[in-house]
């Protein structure tokens, strides 16, 4: 079974451009998650997806940032204006009824 | 909302020695607490979980124990090796009987190094 892919997997930008992040989930995996990991520290969810409806956005900053799972599958994550404190590791993860969440390797975002 | 504390942030053991990485949280209303692994250039990966109708797990080396009345947990690795070298997460959320998650609070991370 593959997991879950996640794109690009490095990224550097300068402050106040755009960048986006993009996450195939696995298969069948009805549940798509959005984490902002920080070094030194542990993912920090920023938006969860049931399908294609968002169940709980309340930690992504949506001055600056946004996330779509338009036909329930793949996911893409935005930010725009980058910021300094942007950088991170965007981790996606998914996971089906009554099973755990899987990660997928994540992408490095250094914002200079 | 759910606060998690983890500890410690590092920790070094010899090969074969045992490994305890402990965890607190604060809202009652968790009730699934899974261990994440962690490592380098790697997402994280669950490898034992435990809910609290349970007071421990165990899966060949590894441990969950879990005290609800002091809302605290552990990990327990017995008989380490320099593979279990990564970065440990603890985390702790609510989840209903059909199964849906709600949001898992990670701790801030242990770093496990294993010498040989």
């Known amino acids: 079974e593959a997991g879950v892919a996640q794109s690009p997997r490095y990224k550097i930008i300068e402050k106040r451009q755009s960048v986006a992040f993009w996450c195939n989930p696995i298969s069948g995996h009805a549940t798509l998650y959005w984490y902002q990991q920080i070094l030194g520290q542990g993912p920090k969810l920023l938006i969860q997806?049931?399908?294609?409806?968002?169940?709980?956005d309340s930690q992504l900053p949506k001055d600056r940032f946004s996330a779509e799972r338009l036909k329930g599958v793949d996911s893409t994550l935005k930010i725009q204006p980058a910021k300094l404190e942007d950088s991170a590791v965007y981790l996606c993860?998914?996971?089906?009824?009554?099973?755990?969440?899987?990660f997928g390797p994540g992408t490095r975002l250094t914002v200079l | 909302g759910e606060n998690v504390e983890q500890h410690p942030s590092t920790l070094s053991v010899q090969e074969g020695d045992s490994a305890v990485i402990k965890c607190t949280y604060s809202d009652s209303a968790s009730n699934y607490f899974p261990w994440y692994k962690q490592e380098l250039g790697k997402g994280p990966q669950l490898i034992i979980d435990?809910?609290?109708?349970?007071g421990e797990k165990k899966d060949q080396r590894i441990a969950v124990t879990l005290n609800k009345t002091a809302k605290h947990f552990s990990l327990h690795i017995t008989e380490t090796q320099p593979e279990d070298s990564a970065v440990y997460f603890c985390a702790a959320g609510p989840m209903n009987y059909g199964g849906s998650q709600g949001n898992l609070i990670f701790g801030k991370g242990t770093k496990l190094s294993v010498k040989p």
């Open positions: 997806f049931q399908n294609n409806g968002v169940v709980d």
């Open positions: 993860a998914s996971r089906q009824l009554r099973h755990t969440q899987y």
């Open positions: 435990i809910r609290s109708n349970v």
